[in-house]
């Protein structure tokens, strides 16, 4: 398969054992920007987590720009990110072209 770079995608989590979720915040193709936008969700969370009147209040929706689920639980929010890998348009159409050959074997791209 042929692959054209990386994604890395900023993942938001909060809780803990049963009650811990996660959830995909924005995906940039420079680590050094996902990086940045890590930073910056982090410190407004901590906002959050610094002015909230309950353990368990989420903010209001839209209340993070770098994180419009936000999230959070009484253990706060954390801000991580996973790369993964991205494929080349052709790959992509020849997923979506269907099959062709015998048996409904492909056996090659289509450019």
């Keep these: 398969m042929t692959k054209k770079g990386k ?5 938001g989590s909060t ?5 811990h979720s996660e959830w995909l915040v924005y995906a940039f193709e420079n ?3 996902a990086k940045w936008w890590v930073e ?3 410190e ?8 909230r009147n309950s353990r368990h209040m989420d903010p209001p929706g ?9 999230h959070m639980d009484y253990t706060g929010t954390n801000y991580y990110i996973e790369e993964v890998e991205m494929l080349e348009d ?3 159409k ?4 269907g099959f062709k050959g015998e048996g409904g074997a492909r056996t090659e791209v289509d450019e």
């Design 44 to 51: 407004k969370a901590n906002e959050w987590k610094n002015v």
């Design 31 to 33: 680590e050094d920007d």
């Design 62 to 70: 839209g209340w993070n720009p770098y994180d419009p689920h936000m």
């Design 90 to 92: 052709k790959v992509i």
């Design 40 to 42: 910056r969700a982090t």
């Design 15 to 19: 809780g803990e054992y049963s009650d």
């Design 7 to 11: 994604l890395y995608v900023v993942m």
């Design 94 to 97: 020849f997923a979506r072209g």
